[in-house]
C-alpha cells in the first residue's frame, strides 16, 4: 500500500478489504471480453453500504476513477479496468436481507449471483424469473446495470420488469432509496428505471428490491430441427399462437457443432441447418396434446424436419444445454460478439439484409448465429481463425459492425439487446440512439457523477 | 391577437389553432381540480409534430411557460394553467398511427383518449389493459405524464409496462424517438422511463408505441360486504391466493352513500361499513367453484357478511358503477383528495395510524375511503361542509395533510400514487423523496428544459 492516496483511503475506511497483488488486478481488472489489458490501481471489496460510501468520496478527493464490479461476466467491457481505476467489487455484499410474502418482494445486496437470489425466491416457493446461462456467476447488481434479459423474456421480459426497488450510492457518495417496493408511486421521476441499464455510469447499486412471481405450470423442452431462419419465425408465430411459451431459442448447426465439440450430448440423429429449444406450459393432457398438434403442423408445412420431446428432467436440461453451452463452447475461439435488436415485425426484412451482408464482407470467417427470436434478439458471432492476429481480427471486425450499424439504424433497430454499450459498442452508439438523446444522456451523467468518475469511458463515444 | 408575441405565434407557424377567447382560456386552462383561476395567455391546437416544435421553439424565443395539456381529467393540479402560461392541447393529436400484429404494437398520437385506444386494440382482437373511469376523457399523453395505474393494476401493473416507445418534444424544442418498439434495447439510459411520470416538465410527449395483449379469459363480478377494512385486507390474501383476480377495489359505507344519492343502484339490501368489487378469471366450472368456495370461507371467518355475483354483462356494469361512480359522485362536495400508497406490507399498520389520526384531525369534515388494496394504494377524500369557506377548508386540509405525510414517511411511502403531484402535492414531495433525489430530479430538468418553461411549478416544490 505504498501509494499515499490507497493509503488515505485504507485510514478513512479502516474496515475496507483492499487487494493490490497483480493476479487480482488481472482477476478483478478484466470481465469475459479479453481485449483490454486489465491494469486497476487496487480493487476495493466493500462489506456494508458505508464502506462503498468511504470510497466514492474518497474517489472524488482523489478524482480517481471508479469502476463498479459484480460477476465480470460482462461481454460489453463494461466492468474493465484498464487504466489506472479503482475496481469497486460487490462481491462481499451477496446476502438475502429480508423477504415480505405480502408484497412478495425479496430484499438483496447487490453483489448476490443470479441463482442465489433464484434459490432464495424459490425457498419462498416463488420464483424470480429472470435467467440466462451465467446465472452460477454474474451478480444482480450487473443485472440491474445492463437490464438483463435473457431467455425467458417472451414470457417474463426484462430486468426492468422485476425491480421494486435499488439502493444506490451516487457518484458523488449520496446514499438514495429508490422506490422502496412501491407498486404505484407517481411522486416524481423514476430515477430507479433510469438507473437500470446505466452500466454503472450514475451510481453504484447497493442493493435491490426483487419482485418475485409463482412458478409456472409444469412445462416441457422440444428440441425441433429446421431448414432455414424463415422457418424458425414461423414455427414462431405458429407456437407462440397455439402454446403458452417460456422461451423460444434458435441457433445454427455450427453453433450446435461447437456445443457438441464442447462435450454436450447429440439429441438428434439427423444435421439440419437450425434448431430450435422451446419450453412451453404442459401443466395438462390438453396443453400436451397442443403441443404435439403445433408439432405436427409445423412438420406438415415443411418448417419442422425433425424434433424431440423431453420425458425427463435431465433430458430437459441436456436439450438446453445445446442452447445454453453456446458462449462458453465459443470462447475458445475469441469471438468478436454482436448483440442486436430489432422490432419484432423487421425481424424478416432486417434478417435477410443482415445475412447477405455477412455472406458478402465475412465469407473467410466462421460465423454462429443464436438468438431470442421472439423479442427481436440476435446473436451473431464471429470466431477468429486461429492463426490470425487478434488484433487485425478485431479491425476487420469493426470494419464491418459499421455497415451492420447501418443496417441497424434503417430498421430502427438496437446496437446493443441485452449486454450493453461498455467499451465494445462504444462507437456504434450513434446507430441507435440520436445526437439529441446522447446530448441529454450526457447532461444526466454530469448531475449524477459531476467528476465523471463512475465508469469513464463506458458507454459514451466521448468521455 | 393583439398580444405581438402570439402574432409572432401565428406568423411562425400559419396553420396552427390558436384561442383566446375567454371561455376557451378557461376550459383548457384548468382540469378536474377547481381551485386555480385559470389564466393561460392562449391555447394552442397543434394538429402535427412540426406545430408542435414550432410552439416549443417560439416558447424559448420569448420565454413564455408552457402547459402541455390532454384531457385534463387530472386531479393534482398538473395541466393547470393559471400564470399567462401558453396551454398547448394535444387533443387534435388523437389519432391512432398503425398496428403491427408482430409485436402488438399500437401507434398512437398522444392527444387518443385512452377509451378510444382500448377500442382500436379490440378491433384487432387484444387489449389495452390500463383501465381506469376517467377512460372517456383522459388522453395517453396524460396517463404517460403520470404514469395512470387504476383498477387493473393488481393483474397488468401501471402505464410504465405497457408503453414500448414515446415520441417526445423536448424543452428544446428537439424530437426524440425514444425506445421505438423494442423489446430488449440496452443501449443507454432509457429516456423513455424517464420521460414516463414526469408531468410535462422534461418534454411534450406527441406520441405513443403501446404494447397489447391477449384478452383475459371470461371474468365474473362479485360485491362484497365486509364488517371493517382488516376483513378487506384478509379477503384480499385469501383471494389473492384462491383465485386470480384482476381487479379489487374497496371502498366504504360513506363512498357507496354518495353513489347511490348520485343516481346507482343498490345491489345489496342491508348496510355494511366496506365494500369490495372484485372480478376474476372464471373460465370454466372449475374456477367458478373456486371462487364459490373462497366467498364460503371468507363468510365462514366472518370476513364477508354478504354478496352477489353479477349474472349478467348488465349487472357487472351496475356493480362496478357503485366503485367507478365514486369520484364524479364526490365533486359537488369539492373533495380535498389524497391518494397515497405504501408497501403491501405496510398496509395494515399505515391503515391503523391513519385512521386514528383522520378522527382525531378531522371529526368535524365526512371523510370518504376508496382504493385498490391490493397495490398498497388508497385514496382518502376529504369533503368540504358546504357552509365552509373554500380556503378555510383547504388550509384545514393542508395542516392535516403535513400529518399524513409524516406517517407516511415513517413507512416509506408515497405521497402520490397515482394522481402525481402536480401543484397539488408539490409542497409535500420530501416526504416521499429524499433531498439528494429532488436535487438530482432538479438537475434532470435543467439538462431537457434549460429555460424551465415546460410545466413551471408543478412537482418541484422550488421551480
Given at each position: 500500500?505504498?501509494d499515499p492516496?490507497l493509503a488515505d ?5 479502516p ?7 497483480p493476479?487480482d ?6 470481465d469475459w471480453?479479453?481485449?483490454w ?7 476495493a471489496l466493500p462489506?456494508s ?8 468520496r474518497w ?15 460482462g461481454?460489453?467491457?463494461g466492468a474493465?479496468?484498464a ?12 446476502r ?9 418482494l ?7 449471483t443470479?441463482?442465489?437470489a433464484q434459490e ?20 444482480i447488481?450487473g443485472n ?14 426484462n ?8 439502493t444506490?450510492?451516487?457518484?458523488e457518495?449520496?446514499l ?8 404505484k ?17 450514475l451510481?453504484?447499486?447497493?442493493g435491490?428490491?426483487l ?5 409456472p405450470?409444469p412445462a416441457?423442452v ?8 424463415d422457418?424458425?419465425?414461423?414455427v414462431?408465430?405458429l407456437?407462440?399462437?397455439?402454446l ?5 431459442e434458435?441457433?445454427?448447426d455450427?453453433?450446435?457443432?461447437h ?6 450430448q447429440?439429441?438428434l ?6 434448431y ?6 404442459a401443466?395438462d ?5 397442443a403441443?404435439?398438434a403445433a ?5 406438415a ?9 423431453a420425458?425427463s428432467q435431465a ?12 458462449t ?6 475469441k469471438?468478436?460478439?454482436?448483440d442486436?435488436?430489432?422490432r419484432?415485425?423487421?425481424?424478416p ?10 455472406a ?5 470467417f466462421?460465423v454462429v448465429?443464436f438468438?431470442h427470436?421472439?423479442?427481436g ?16 481480427f ?14 441497424l ?5 438496437s ?7 461498455g467499451?465494445v459498442?462504444r462507437?456504434?452508439?450513434e446507430?441507435t440512439?440520436?445526437?439529441?438523446e446522447?446530448?441529454?444522456?450526457c447532461g444526466?451523467?454530469r ?12 458507454l459514451?463515444?466521448?468521455?
Amino acid at each position: 500500500m505504498t501509494d499515499p492516496r490507497l493509503a488515505d483511503l485504507a485510514a478513512r475506511s479502516p474496515g475496507l478489504r483492499l487487494l493490490t497483488e497483480p493476479a487480482d488486478l488481472v482477476h478483478y481488472g478484466r470481465d469475459w471480453t479479453r481485449r483490454w489489458t486489465p491494469a486497476p490501481i487496487a480493487i476495493a471489496l466493500p462489506s456494508s453500504v458505508a464502506e462503498v460510501q468511504d470510497v466514492v468520496r474518497w474517489a472524488n478527493d482523489h478524482r480517481i476513477a471508479l469502476v463498479p464490479s459484480g460477476g465480470r461476466t460482462g461481454l460489453s467491457g463494461g466492468a474493465v479496468a484498464a487504466h489506472g481505476e479503482l475496481v469497486l467489487s460487490l462481491e462481499r455484499m451477496h446476502r438475502v436481507l429480508g423477504f415480505s410474502p405480502a408484497g412478495r418482494l425479496l430484499a438483496v445486496q447487490a453483489g448476490i449471483t443470479l441463482q442465489a437470489a433464484q434459490e432464495a425466491a424459490r425457498a419462498h416457493g416463488l420464483i424470480y424469473p429472470v435467467d440466462f446461462a451465467a446465472r452460477g456467476s454474474c451478480t444482480i447488481g450487473g443485472n440491474v446495470a445492463t437490464n438483463a434479459g435473457g431467455i425467458r423474456v417472451i414470457r417474463y421480459g426484462n430486468t426492468r420488469d422485476w425491480i421494486a426497488g435499488l439502493t444506490v450510492v451516487t457518484g458523488e457518495g449520496e446514499l438514495i432509496e429508490l422506490n422502496r417496493g412501491l407498486v404505484k408511486n407517481s411522486s416524481g421521476y423514476d430515477l430507479r428505471q433510469l438507473m437500470i441499464g446505466s452500466e454503472g455510469t450514475l451510481g453504484v447499486v447497493v442493493g435491490a428490491l426483487l419482485e418475485l412471481t409463482d412458478p409456472p405450470p409444469p412445462a416441457q423442452v422440444m428440441l425441433l430441427a429446421l431448414p432455414d431462419i424463415d422457418a424458425v419465425l414461423a414455427v414462431f408465430a405458429l407456437f407462440r399462437r397455439r402454446l403458452s411459451l417460456q422461451a423460444f431459442e434458435f441457433f445454427t448447426d455450427v453453433a450446435l457443432a461447437h456445443v457438441l465439440a464442447h462435450g454436450a450430448q447429440r439429441a438428434l440423429a439427423g444435421e439440419y441447418p437450425c434448431y430450435v429449444v422451446t419450453e412451453f406450459d404442459a401443466a395438462d393432457e390438453a396443453a400436451q396434446q397442443a403441443a404435439l398438434a403445433a408439432f405436427e403442423e409445423g412438420a406438415a408445412q415443411g418448417w419442422i424436419i425433425d424434433g424431440v420431446i423431453a420425458q425427463s428432467q435431465a433430458q430437459a436440461e441436456a436439450l438446453w444445454r445445446l442452447r445454453e453451452g453456446i458462449t462458453e463452447s465459443l470462447a475458445p475461439h475469441k469471438p468478436y460478439k454482436n448483440d442486436v435488436a430489432v422490432r419484432i415485425d423487421a425481424v424478416p426484412a432486417f434478417l435477410g439484409e443482415i445475412q447477405a451482408l455477412l455472406a458478402r464482407e465475412y465469407p473467410q470467417f466462421e460465423v454462429v448465429w443464436f438468438g431470442h427470436i421472439g423479442d427481436g434478439n440476435l446473436h451473431i458471432n464471429i470466431l477468429k481463425p486461429a492463426a490470425m492476429d487478434d488484433a487485425a481480427f478485431i479491425a476487420e471486425c469493426e470494419r464491418v459492425t459499421v455497415l451492420l450499424a447501418a443496417v441497424l439504424e434503417k430498421h430502427g433497430g438496437s446496437i446493443s439487446a441485452e449486454h450493453g454499450i461498455g467499451l465494445v459498442k462504444r462507437p456504434y452508439l450513434e446507430s441507435t440512439r440520436s445526437a439529441a438523446e446522447i446530448a441529454l444522456m450526457c447532461g444526466i451523467k454530469r448531475v449524477f457523477d459531476p467528476q465523471r468518475l463512475l465508469n469513464p469511458g463506458k458507454l459514451f463515444p466521448v468521455d
